[in-house]
Nanobody, 122 residues
Framework: VQLQASGGGLVQAGDSLRLSCEAS????????MGWFRQVPGKEREFVSA????????YYSDAVKGRFTISGDNARSAIFLQMDNLKLEDTAVYYC????????????????WGQGTQVTVSS
């Protein structure tokens, strides 16, 4: 199973970006996907999760109200619309997939993408 993330880039504070992540390879049981992010010297932190069973969405307090996650189960894909970006959103963003929403929220899965860099400048 491979997770391919894309859509990162360099933007100014207040701008928007849309990240995409698509899973490919052999079928595996997953009912949730999500995003973590990491800056150098810090641990990865949870950003958002999407539950394919109920189309439920979950966000960290840091991004709630600014980021919107959506999913396409037929394509095994998720998308993260990031609006009103702030300097502190600068990080490498990783997508992940798991069997179980809690596994996505806690990062307890072996299925991670390679990461895409998001840089927000002033």
């Amino acid at each position: 199973v491979q997770l391919q993330a894309s859509g990162g880039g360099l933007v100014q504070a207040g701008d928007s970006l849309r990240l995409s992540c698509e899973a490919s390879g052999r079928d595996f049981e997953k009912d949730a996907m999500g995003w973590f992010r990491q800056v150098p010297g810090k641990e990865r932190e949870f950003v958002s999760a999407f539950d394919f069973i109920g189309d439920n969405t979950y966000y960290s307090d840091a991004v709630k109200g600014r980021f919107t996650i959506s999913g396409d189960n037929a394509r095994s894909a998720i998308f993260l619309q990031m609006d009103n970006l702030k300097l502190e959103d600068t990080a490498v963003y990783y997508c992940l997939a798991a069997k179980g929403l809690w596994a996505v929220i806690t990062g307890a899965t072996d299925y991670w993408g390679q990461g895409t860099q998001v840089t927000v400048s002033s």
